[in-house]
């Protein structure tokens, strides 16, 4: 099994600077990130608009395909990159949007915007940091 720092270093990976996401959806976003994905080594399970779906209730179920990308920056608008173990198996990369809304007192509002699922730890945390280099996540 490959450890953490060579799946860091697959090809293609280092050298993965932030593609331009203005005027874009999240679903060609999600395409940029899988054509990156699978010029490496780090070839995950799949990768999804966070609301695959396509509900209309993207309050709930995040960001449809079709839907604009956000942009953001700023200390109260940005983009979040997490890891979590999942339902069932293996582990999700998590992008979402999140913003600070002064409306009643002032609160967090966070939106799923891409979902990609991993089966080892290691490489879920290799493709996070390949991703955060793409979206220029810091």
């Known amino acids: 099994m490959q450890s953490t720092l060579e799946l860091l270093d697959a090809p293609g990976a ?5 593609f331009d996401t203005t ?3 999240v679903g060609q976003v999600v395409d940029q990130i899988c054509r990156k994905l699978r010029r490496t080594e780090l ?6 608009a966070a609301n ?10 995040g ?4 839907s604009p ?3 953001s920056g700023g200390r109260r608008d940005r983009l979040c990159l997490s890891i979590s173990i999942g339902n069932s198996e293996g582990w999700l990369v998590q992008i979402d949007h999140v913003r600070f809304v002064d409306e009643s ?3 967090w509002l966070n939106q799923p915007l891409v979902r990609i699922k991993v089966l080892g730890r290691s490489q879920a945390w290799a493709i996070a940091a390949l991703v955060s280099r793409l979206l220029d996540i810091d």
Not at 14 to 18: C, F, G, M, S
Not at 52 to 61: I, Q, V
């Open 14 to 18: 280092l050298d993965a600077a932030p």
């Open 23 to 25: 005027d874009k959806t």
């Open 43 to 48: 070839e995950p399970e799949w990768v999804v």
């Open 52 to 61: 695959f779906m396509d509900d209309a209730n993207e309050a709930r179920y």
């Open 63 to 66: 960001s449809k395909g079709d």
């Open 69 to 71: 990308w956000p942009q």
């Open 105 to 107: 007192g002032g609160h």
